[in-house]
T-cell receptor, first 115, second 113 residues
Framework: GAGVSQTPSNKVTEKGKYVELRCDPI?????LYWYRQSLGQGPEFLIY????????DSGLPNDRFFAVRPEGSVSTLKIQRTERGDSAVYLC?????????????FGPGTRLTVL | QKEVEQNSGPLSVPEGAIASLNCTYS??????FFWYRQYSGKSPELIMF????GDKEDGRFTAQLNKASQYVSLLIRDSQPSDSATYLC?????????????FGTGTRLTVIP
């Protein structure tokens, strides 16, 4: 079956602009995660959804970042007033359930560049 | 102390040798541990997971876990040039209600033909 998909694959924007990044998880996966990865670093957790609700948003760096998953499937990560420091690869992952014994599968990522 | 520590490498091994990748973690509550492989410019790909102390083998890969020592490792036998990648160690956070992975910076492995 299809894996996690993310769009766009690349996004270039100017400082101060608003961007939306989309994630379509593996069909039937109830848990969805957003991470971001800077060059030379491992992925850093941002937020995780169980169904439609954000179960843990402790990784969001500030209130410019927001994510939704209104129907429990597709999720959108929204970044307001983008800054150059937001430039990174934004990774989405999904898992069949939640808890210790569920593997997370990553999408291809969206490379965000803020000029 | 970092939450997850890995030798950043690069680790170079000749083709056919065993590559040994090590990881220590700080969260004593972590119960599950994942190894991801990441090729340059690509996203992480899950290759192994381990929950119980001891060894777990899957093909050429063996994961080893020692929760008392907060140590997890990955052995790759008969290393191939196609194994050249960055390997990310990722414990799942042990905090109640938390479900995220926390990653090390990865070990870059180069297998020399």
């Amino acid at each position: 079956g299809a894996g996690v998909s993310q769009t766009p694959s690349n996004k270039v924007t100017e400082k101060g602009k608003y961007v939306e990044l989309r994630c379509d998880p593996i069909s039937g996966h109830t848990a969805l995660y957003w991470y971001r990865q800077s060059l030379g670093q491992g992925p850093e957790f941002l937020i995780y959804f169980q169904g439609t609700g954000a179960a843990d948003d402790s990784g969001l760096p500030n209130d410019r970042f927001f994510a939704v998953r209104p129907e429990g499937s597709v999720s959108t990560l929204k970044i307001q007033r983008t800054e150059r420091g937001d430039s990174a690869v934004y990774l989405c992952a999904s898992s069949q359930g939640y808890g210790d014994y569920n593997e997370q599968f990553f999408g291809p990522g969206t490379r965000l560049t803020v000029l | 102390q970092k939450e997850v520590e890995q030798n950043s490498g690069p680790l170079s091994v000749p083709e056919g040798a065993i590559a040994s990748l090590n990881c220590t973690y700080s969260d004593r509550g972590s119960q599950s541990f994942f190894w991801y492989r990441q090729y340059s410019g690509k996203s992480p790909e899950l290759i192994m997971f381990i929950y119980s102390n001891g060894d777990k083998e899957d093909g050429r890969f063996t994961a080893q876990l020692n929760k008392a020592s907060q140590y997890v490792s990955l052995l790759i036998r008969d290393s191939q040039p196609s194994d050249s990648a960055t390997y990310l160690c990722a414990p799942k956070r042990g905090q109640t209600g938390a479900n995220n992975l926390f990653f090390g910076t990865g070990t870059r492995l180069t297998v020399i033909p």
